[in-house]
């Protein structure tokens, strides 16, 4: 009995080592000055949650200023048709944009990509207006999530 109480423990013991699961640590933005250029085409929506957390701070005693440039924001529809309906079964949307960072002399470039797809048989038009408005706002929180990751990722 004793002896398969321990293998249990030891068991155990080895698959929580072997997954890492340790506690994430969170990372601070604060500490660097960034300047964030955005094209034409990134929505109001994904420039406002941005600067609102990377901001140039004009009294910050940091000499470094990381440059961030968003461009090629894309965002495309998908419908999936199936079987005898002439609706679509699912919508896929799809968004994606390219991010290139500068600090110093060393360039980053990064395409961030998100997808959402839900189901459209059942909803009446309406309610598909509202669900593909609350898709699209998913998708900017993903978005902006991979690009505050990849900022973070350069402060370590």
Known sequence: MKKRYLSCILILLILIQGCALNQYQLAKINNNN???NFDIGIPKEIQTRIN????LRAG???DKTITIDITNYKSSQYDVYSGNSLRSLEKEIKSSLKITINLDKTVINKSLMSMKRYSSIELNPLAEKEMLNFI???IFDDLYNQIILEVSL???
């Open 136 to 138: 699209k706002n998913e």
């Open 154 to 156: 350069i402060d370590l």
């Open 52 to 55: 609102s957390a990377l901001k």
């Open 60 to 62: 910050s005693t940091s």
């Open 34 to 36: 960034y300047l964030v």
